[in-house]
């Protein structure tokens, strides 16, 4: 039906499109209705398995929810203002910006090292960059695994190697996963090796679509390698540079699965994320309203950092 | 800059060495977890938690690959993680593409940007806070444990990303093939199928990689959404690691196989990959 509305619209005439029938058109070929047809089943797919989840965090933030869904009683915003005094909440959002910062910084500067090494154009470095991307598709889940069987105290590789090249006297001289002061920077490493490939990539294409005049000119001026780093290749890619940025503060501050498999947010919750905290509450402790709360809190300040940038991105 | 050869001057071979030198820290840093797993995964069970590891196996065994199917339904939990990804990626591809082409065409309405936003702030939204409310909607249907349902989670939950994606596809394709199918004669329905879908194949390649690995990747929807009939290979490979048992050596073996593909595939489909993360990103 919109198809031939479409038809009659675009080939009665040669010029300017005339709606007919009060029918508004959204662009030269778009209709309202085709729009909403063509959202619409990828739009039911969104609302059944994410608006009406979180719809139901709303909801239920504002309930004393009983174990197992049976009886609730509404108490207003007691859930937030629980969330915002609770020691553990505040705990867990300070780990989660330590680990935010922490991670995607040491991202951001290793990432761009290896960009600006690895766009040189010498012989076998095409493969060397191959080979750093390869972590890049690997589950989180895996990098979890994988550093927590690395960095175990009792059959870890990680501290034979340090104890080989005579920085620690005994395998088990630093607990990687079990002192509460280690446990948080374990898993950063864990979340550094699998990311910075992405960052790495982000910054390649950045530099590559840099024209080479640019270079061509510097060296005229006499420009050293450093300046040409921090003079010509940094600002030229601060748009990716952002773009990258934001998408890593976003899925580092949701980071799951690795603290999962390494440390379950232990020892003591030292490296408790929200995330974590939050699937806690909601899975074993059953306390939903709470825990809905909390969750209310941490996707509106995700939200909010999202609309911002991307207010910022359009503008320039 | 970065093109000169070797031997124009000191300095500059002196730069050129230290790059190499980098290049190569770095990739024996990147590369070191991966080798070590696998390495680990051809040890004998015993070796694979020696309290003395070595780098490469002291002798060669696929006890533990042999362990990994003995022990656990592995072949089938593979099964179900490839079905799950490939079944939530046809439907992602199909759904996601129609709504983003919409949307990429009337992208000056209000409305279209309403729904550009409502898409970019669902797609912010974190798995595990979510996947509790998910599974208890899932629980409430009777479809716990049902492959068919967890493609389904997953076509929902990855659509955002899908769409974010392909609308800044569909953007670059020029708006004057529409204008021609439509003086033609066709609908937006033709032509989106005959015109404008053949030429955003590349695009859908790159965009079907990310979704594949997004679900096949997935651990912690698998976890609380299926029990055994359709549990994902992380879900195994999490069990390998509980309080009870920490069975190492299949875990090894049964990671390595689960990674693997992944690796290789991402050799091969670089210039996808580049591309579809540019897309994701810079253009949004």
Redesign the interface.
């Known amino acids: 039906m919109a198809g031939k509305a479409a038809i009659k619209i675009n080939g009665a005439h040669t010029g300017i499109a005339k709606p007919r029938k009060k029918r508004r058109m959204l662009s030269s070929t778009f209709d309202r209705k085709s729009l909403m047809l063509f959202f619409l089943p990828a739009g039911l797919f969104m609302a059944a398995f994410l608006l009406f989840p979180l719809l139901k965090l709303v909801y239920d933030s504002f309930f004393d929810v009983g174990d197992n869904y049976d009886g609730r009683t509404f108490v207003g915003l007691k859930n937030y203002i629980k969330a915002f005094t609770s020691q553990q909440f505040q705990a867990d959002s300070w780990h989660t910006v330590v680990y935010v910062i922490v991670a995607v910084g040491v991202e951001t500067v290793l990432g761009l090292a290896l960009a600006v090494i690895l766009t040189n154009k010498y012989k076998g470095f095409k493969a060397i960059r191959t080979f750093i991307l390869s972590p890049l598709m690997i589950a989180p889940l895996v990098a979890g695994l994988v550093w927590k069987f690395m960095l175990s105290s009792q059959f870890g590789v990680v501290n034979v190697l340090l104890m080989k090249i005579g920085l620690i006297h005994s395998t088990d001289s630093i607990l990687w996963l079990s002192d509460s002061r280690l446990a948080l920077i374990s898993c950063i490493i864990a979340d550094v090796w699998l990311t910075t490939p992405f960052m790495m990539l982000m910054f390649l294409a950045g530099i590559q679509s840099i024209p080479d005049s640019l270079y061509e000119s510097a060296s005229v001026e006499g420009a050293n390698k450093w300046q040409i780093i921090t003079k010509i290749i940094i600002p030229n890619i601060s748009g990716v540079l952002f773009s990258a940025l934001v998408i890593r503060v976003i899925d580092a501050a949701r980071t799951f699965d690795i603290i999962w498999a390494m440390t379950q947010g232990g020892p003591q919750g030292s490296s408790e994320l929200l995330s974590v905290h939050i699937y806690k509450m909601l899975q074993r402790y059953g306390d939903v309203g709470y825990a809905s709360a909390m969750a209310v809190i941490f996707i509106i300040v995700l939200i909010a950092i999202t609309l911002i940038t991307q207010l910022r991105q359009k503008r320039r | 800059?970065?093109?000169e050869k070797f031997g124009r001057n000191r300095r500059d071979n002196v730069?050129?060495i230290i790059?190499?030198a980098?290049?190569?820290v770095?990739?024996l840093g990147?590369?070191f977890?991966?080798l070590?797993?696998l390495f680990?995964s051809f040890k004998p069970s015993a070796d694979?938690?020696?309290?003395?590891?070595t780098?490469f196996p002291k002798s060669w065994s696929i006890e533990n690959y042999l362990k990994v199917f003995q022990t656990s339904d592995i072949g089938k939990f593979f099964a179900n993680s490839f079905i799950a990804a490939a079944v939530s990626t046809i439907?992602c591809l199909l759904?996601?593409s129609?709504?983003s082409?919409?949307?990429s065409?009337?992208s000056?309405?209000k409305?279209?940007n309403f729904?550009l936003?409502l898409?970019?702030?669902?797609k912010?939204?974190?798995?595990?806070?979510?996947?509790?409310?998910?599974y208890?909607?899932v629980q409430q249907f009777g479809f716990y444990d049902y492959l068919p349902v967890l493609c389904?989670?997953y076509?929902?939950?990855n659509?955002?990303f899908v769409?974010w994606m392909m609308i800044s596809f569909f953007k670059d394709v020029p708006?004057d093939l529409?204008?021609a199918a439509?003086?033609d004669?066709?609908?937006?329905?033709?032509?989106?199928f005959k015109v404008i879908l053949p030429v955003v194949t590349p695009s859908l390649i790159s965009t079907g990689i990310f979704t594949f690995?997004l679900s096949?990747?997935?651990?912690?929807i698998a976890l609380?959404l299926t029990s055994s009939e359709a549990k994902t290979v992380?879900v195994a490979?999490?069990e390998f690691?509980t309080s009870y048992s920490l069975d190492?050596g299949p875990?090894?073996g049964a990671?390595v196989l689960?990674?693997f593909p992944?690796?290789i595939?991402?050799?091969f489909l670089?210039r996808y990959?580049?591309s579809g993360?540019?897309a994701?990103?810079?253009k949004?």
């Open positions: 800059m970065f093109n730069w050129i790059m190499y980098l290049a190569v770095f990739l990147f590369i977890p991966y070590y797993m680990s694979v938690i020696s309290v003395h590891p780098f439907i759904l996601g129609l709504a082409y919409a949307i065409r009337t000056l309405s409305f279209s729904l936003i898409v970019l702030c669902l912010m939204i974190p798995v595990s806070s979510i996947v509790v409310p998910i208890s909607l389904i989670v076509a929902g939950v659509m955002p769409l708006r529409d204008e439509a003086v004669g066709a609908g937006p329905f033709t032509a989106f690995l096949w990747n997935d651990f912690l609380l992380p490979l999490s690691l190492l875990m090894t990671a689960f990674s992944v690796i595939l991402s050799f670089q990959l580049v993360m540019l994701g990103s810079v949004g």
